[in-house]
DNA sequence: CCTTGACTTGAAGTTGACTTCAACTTCTAG
DNA sequence: CTAGAAGTTGAAGTCAACTTCAAGTCAAGG
């Protein structure tokens, strides 16, 4: 498969995937004069870097779960730990949206006066609440997977 | 306050302090020659924006829930779309997070066997894990809240 | 032959939330 | 008075994960 082949099925553009390339997550096995043939395990390994995101890993963290032969090696205590971690996080968002959502309906008529709001204040200040995790921003609208194309 | 008062209380250093004033997050009531003189209610403010980014809210967004009198002036839709928004990421990361520890419990020999994880390659591979949004790192270790502190 | 379009490269730009730096001013203690 | 700690500034640097750019290569079609 050709770079533009590889993009159309997965979704992920043709910059990602030679950046990919330089840092080392996946690898073209082969060149035809200038261009990248990807072999079709490329799409699995596509498949692993996206549920490493999903999971919060890092680029090098996922590529080091990555054995150079292609198959995932993973860790299963990190797995574990990464779960561990995940339903932490799970739980102080968890506790946010009830707030939130408490604030939203709340009758006071300023904030200021809503207990459950005021708790919350206190938790955040008090630094129970870690910041900086970001919700996909619409200003940065992606492409998404293409669905097979027939048109062309 | 002084600045590193309020640093001290909050445990946010002084230099974010300053490049929240610079963005308008936080006002400095007055000066005492150069110095920032704080109003103890700046101590709510950084409340405010802990809770806010907890929130998954930019620091510009942030700020347009603050009116400049300092009271926080909070629409409530977009109070209760934010914590939808929070759900549905719950959501996702229950899934993933139920996926991990499936998998790090999975008795086949790799995981390209085990069911579970392939279930969870398929929906990454699909998109319907959506990428970044960063745990904490802890290459990033941060000052944690200090505890009032009797020595000063 | 020559254009067009898909691909190649390394380098530089982007974004958000900060931090770090250099150079400078002030306050306080000795 | 003087040192040093702590404050000030604007500018530049950092980090991650990409994207964008300029400039170049290559195959195919008219």
Request: charged fraction near 25%; proline fraction near 6%.
């Amino acid at each position: 498969m050709d770079i533009a082949e590889v993009a159309k099925q997965t979704g992920v553009p043709a910059s990602t995937l030679r950046f990919y390339e330089k840092k080392g997550l996946i690898a073209s096995l082969s060149r035809e004069g200038l261009r990248r043939r990807f072999a079709s395990s490329v799409l699995d390994e596509l498949a692993l870097i996206s549920l490493g995101q999903a999971a919060g890993l890092s680029l090098d963290e996922i590529r080091s779960m990555i054995l150079p032969g292609g198959a995932p090696n993973i860790d299963r205590s990190l797995l574990a730990a990464k779960a561990d971690e995940l339903d932490a996080l799970i739980g102080r968002l968890t506790a946010v949206s009830y707030g939130l959502r408490h604030a939203a309906d709340c009758p006071a008529p300023s904030h200021a006066e809503c207990p459950t709001f005021q708790k919350l204040l206190k938790a955040a200040a008090s630094g129970a609440l870690e910041r900086r995790w970001q919700t996909p921003t619409d200003k940065a609208p992606r492409k998404r997977a293409a669905k097979p194309d027939t048109s062309s």
